[in-house]
């Protein structure tokens, strides 16, 4: 599939009521692509952290399109065949981060957050959200999971960003899980995928209808009649080591 009718079939399926974040490669239709189907749903471009020229410029290609929220997955900084390649990624330290936010102009969410320092970095930096990503655990074999780290992270937050999280979530129980825990929100990638490409807009809904019922039926098992309802009371967690 093109990355067009990639990202139509997933803004197609899940409707103006779910967000849709799509990617970002050397490539620069990655990025642009998908930007085509920003009428018809809510899309959420992710920048990869470019070098300095490079990321304005791909930020004021964002601007120019109809997405009034964009996203940077900077842990990608971390991957050796963006930043050998052309254009080459880097690091963003707290400055760095806050001159995004300044260049966006609109609400921005900083991807790959794994500690609580690297979250207090984004609230300064002035992000509107972030993402707890341990980049799908397939670069450091060794790293924590998202949902490990999620709880710390969310109390330090406090309410002042938002929260979302990935890695691994296939589920309605997953789903109620990770709000129980703290998370405005989950990022679920692979399965849309699948369902995308097996079955266009139709195979989205499938999946995404999937993911209601279940959470739903998790929601009245735990005596949850409302999303808010869902608190850090309803889950019991031990994480092994």
Not at 51 to 56: A, L, P, S, T
Not at 223 to 235: L, Y
């Given at each position: 599939?093109?990355e067009?009718?990639?990202t139509?079939?997933?803004?197609d399926?899940v ?5 849709v974040?799509t990617g970002d ?19 959420v471009p992710t920048?990869?952290?470019w ?17 009034s ?16 390649g052309?254009?080459?990624v ?7 981060l ?6 966006a ?5 900083f991807?790959g ?5 690297a979250a207090m ?8 959200g972030i993402?707890i ?6 670069v ?5 999971s ?5 709880e710390?992270?969310?109390?330090a937050?406090?309410g ?16 109620f ?15 849309f995928?699948i ?7 139709n195979g ?8 209601h019922?279940?959470?739903?039926e998790?929601m009245?098992m ?13 889950v ?6």
């Amino acid at each position: 599939m093109s990355e067009y009718d990639y990202t139509k079939a997933l803004v197609d399926g899940v409707g103006k009521d779910t967000i849709v974040f799509t990617g970002d490669g050397q490539n620069i239709d990655v990025l642009m692509e998908p930007l085509k189907a920003v009428d018809d749903g809510w899309v959420v471009p992710t920048i990869k952290p470019w070098q300095n020229d490079e990321m304005k410029k791909r930020i004021d290609m964002v601007k120019s399109s109809k997405c009034s929220v964009c996203c940077s997955d900077i842990d990608a900084a971390g991957l050796t065949a963006l930043k050998t390649g052309y254009p080459a990624v880097e690091f963003k330290d707290e400055k760095a981060l806050k001159e995004i936010v300044e260049k966006a102009n609109m609400p921005v969410i900083f991807k790959g957050i794994m500690t609580v320092d690297a979250a207090m970095k984004c609230l300064n930096a002035g992000a509107s959200g972030i993402v707890i990503s341990n980049h799908g655990g397939r670069v450091l074999q060794d790293a924590c999971s998202t949902i490990e780290v999620l709880e710390e992270i969310a109390t330090a937050v406090n309410g002042r960003m938002k929260i979302f999280i990935d890695g691994g979530f296939r589920s309605g129980s997953d789903v109620f899980k990770a709000l129980a825990l703290g998370a405005d929100g989950v990022l679920i990638g692979r399965p849309f995928s699948i369902a995308a490409i097996g079955d266009g807009a139709n195979g989205v809904r499938k999946y995404l209808d999937k993911i209601h019922e279940e959470l739903k039926e998790t929601m009245m098992m735990c005596g949850c009649k409302k999303i808010s309802d869902i608190n850090r009371d309803c889950v019991r967690v031990t994480f092994g080591r």
